[in-house]
Every structure is written in structure tokens, then in C-alpha cells.
């Protein structure tokens, strides 16, 4: 499988990453400030440059997006622009995904949802990985330590080939070029199922809809994208680590990044976790806490850590504490 290879233990070489934020909204390290909308059946892009100007532009051909599918983000590396969108719904659903830099439009490009499959409910994450690694000499003389950077747009979707089917979670990680082209040609998607030689005795958790929504974090730790999906055919939450590796490429025979997936962790799965909903707030060594609004101002919360998930506890929201209050309390307990 070209670009992305799935082991147990990554082999670690000396890295370091820089990750953009990914949403409707990213402000860029330029202090340039993008946001996504649809307006009139299109996508459009609202820049708010660090000048003060305000510029915006429509994608094109992304009639039929899905509103609350939209993400933006930036490669820190040469500023192109990322738009990720769920084009229809059903087993119509697919996703694209368009570039622009330097007042010129890449794509958009269908990655998934192309093959008869539906794809929905899609993740994207920018990140820079920098990784070192020690090259050959001349005899007698130290080796010379050669440092190799490359930005991957990071994605995860669930996907499924039938309305009979419960699909599961897909995870690609698409290198870019030195022009902000993404390379999907480099590229396979790796279906987040099956990793395990074993599972639970799986229940009935009926159309499971709000577990079909894989996330994708920054470990504070590492500073490495991490997956957290559901396994719905082993009735586990799984979180898988991705590690930058450098290889020799057969046909160049130059050295290059591929991103690898460690054995994920797991835990028994929650059917009333409505991930659709969801935030994420991360610690130190992948400890999650999950947070949603409830019912009569409640912020329900609950904490997953290598003893599993916690029972599910609230905060009520009012005049003494805000929703915003509440999310910085609860994201102190990553600590």
C-alpha cells in the first residue's frame, strides 16, 4: 500500500510537527482570518487579511454541499488554501476537495464517494511533519544529520456501500508538494476496522448515526494527528496514533514521508455518545474529554483515558457560568 502503512510500533527518527486548525473558520500564522459558508448554493470563502481588507471568493463546482460539512485550513508551508465539503446526502454523499493559492483554484477533487460508495461526515486536519535522519559521509567523517519536511492533509470520513450496510470509518493522509498540490495519486484510504484479531460481543445499538463521525486531534503531547473512530462491527472506540516515517522512494531513490498508524487503543463503545454533537478537548498521552450540550443548560462531559470512559457528568449553564466558562473548566481537567 503506497503512502500510508499500517504497523504496530512506529519507528520514531527525531520528529516534530506544525498543525493548523481546521473548521469553518482558521486563522492563518499570517494572521489572515478564512471562514466557509454556502451562499446561494456555493461554497464561498470569506477572507479577513491581517491588512484589514476583506476579499471572498467562490469554489467551484461545489453546488450540493452539505452546510455543517464545511472546513477550511492552510499549509504553513506554502499558503495554499484547503476547502473540504460532503457534496449530497444518502448513499449520494461524496466528498471533495479544493485548493487555492496564489489567486488560482486546484480541483476540486472527489477523494471519496466516487466508487459507488456513500462518504459523509468528513474530518481534515493540515499538518507539517519535520522529521531528521542521519546520512552518509565520507569515510571517517560523522554522519550528517539531514532534516526532510512535509505537509499531509489529514482526513477521515464514514463511508459505507449499501443503505443495508454500517459502514465504518475511513482515514487517508494526503502528502502535498512544494506547489500546495495535494497528491491523491500517492495516496489509498485505510479502512479503520478489522486492526484487532478479536472484539466484544457487539449489541444492539440500532441506526448508530451519531457514532458514524470520526475525529481527528492533535496530540499536545507528540504534537502527532490522532484518530478517534468507532469500530461498529467489534462494538469498540478506537484511537489510532500516526507517526511521520521516512523511506527511500523505488522510483526517485530519494528520501521522502509517509505516515504510518500505530495499533490503536480501545475501549468498549458507548451507544448513547452522540459523537455528531461532540467536542474533543485533549491532554497529554491522548486523554479525551468529550463535551455536549444537553438538555435544560446542561454541558454534559466525560473523560476516556486508558481505564476507558467515565460516567457521563454535567455543568449547569447559567448567569454564574457560561457555556464558554464551562468549556475552559472542563478543558482544565485535560491538565
Known sequence: MRGV???????????????????????????????VATVDNQVVVTARYADGTVDQFYVPQSAAAVEDSLQVGVDPATGALYVLWQKKTDMEARL???GYLDGTWIGPITFAGNDGTAAANPQMIIHRSVSTYDEATEEGEEPAEVKIATTFIHLAWWSRASEDEIGAAQYMAVPVDHDGMPLFQDTQSVPLVDFLPYGIACFDIGPAENLKHPKLLIDPQTGFPAVFATDLNSCLFQIFESRPEVVVDSMTKRRRQIIILRSPST????????????????GS??????????????LNYLELDQEGLSETKSLPLGEQLSH??????????TN
Open 285 to 298: 498521552g491522548l486523554k479525551l474529554i468529550m463535551h455536549w450540550d444537553g438538555e435544560e443548560d446542561l
Open 96 to 98: 471533495r476537495l479544493a
Open 324 to 333: 464558554e466558562q464551562a468549556v475552559e473548566l472542563i478543558r482544565g481537567l
Open 267 to 282: 475501549v468498549a463503545l458507548r451507544p448513547d455518545l452522540p459523537l455528531a454533537a461532540t467536542k474533543i478537548e485533549v
Open 5 to 35: 502503512r499500517c504497523i504496530l510500533l512506529a519507528v520514531i527518527l527525531g520528529f516534530a510537527g506544525i498543525a493548523g486548525a481546521v473548521g469553518p473558520m482558521t486563522l492563518a500564522r499570517t494572521g489572515d482570518l478564512y471562514s
